[in-house]
């Protein structure tokens, strides 16, 4: 696959599997093996072994490679990236049992995943997260619809500051989201371009999930969603 107008989507579910974990942690580099065994709480710990550990099963597979020798480098601010293969970006989120990873060609992209639980703090997270013209939508919103709709949001941001390699640190509410036409942004920060070079898809994985994909790809036209073998 090497499609520049594609990104794939794999998704699945996290098992912690103890014969599984055995399989997936000589596959790990030696950073992330030293990672892994800083992880005190066993679960966490686990599920870091197998989360990377497919992740390279699956990059190997696009790369023809050994996923034991495919090489990952960290850029600036932690994002991880092929070094042998800049060309091939990869992006991973994963909340509670689900793992979802975006794979395209000469892009930068992220994606995101959020189960969709009910906080009592939503509102101050609304002000903390949102810009003034989204937080005015989703106050508009009926009550029924606040909690899903945070967590569109939440995902749209948080994928676009995961393409950009910043994470959280650049700021959610400095990459605002169109409320009423959600596969584009108002505005970025003018060091990423126009909005117009960005792309934003929601992808849907069920009702209990919000899940978003950013790429700075002008001719992203498919995206293909696929099943992640445990």
Known sequence: ???TDTVDI???????DERYYQCYLPLLDEAEQAHADSIKNPAVHRRYVEVHGRTRLLLADYLRENPATVRIGKGEHGKPYLIDYPQLAFNLSHSGPYLVVA???NCQLGIDIEICKDRPSLTDLVHKCLADEEAAYWHALPEAMKTREFYRFWTRKEAFVKATGRGLGLGLSRCVINPVHPVAF????????PVSAWRVRDIDLGQDRCAALVANNKDLTHIRIRDLAV
């Not at 794999?10 to 912690?16: A, F, N, V």
């Not at 108002?186 to 371009?193: R, V």
């Open 1 to 3: 696959m090497s499609n």
């Open 103 to 105: 794979l395209g060609w």
């Open 10 to 16: 794999w998704q699945g579910l996290i098992s912690t």
């Open 186 to 193: 108002l505005s970025l920060p003018e060091e990423y371009g």
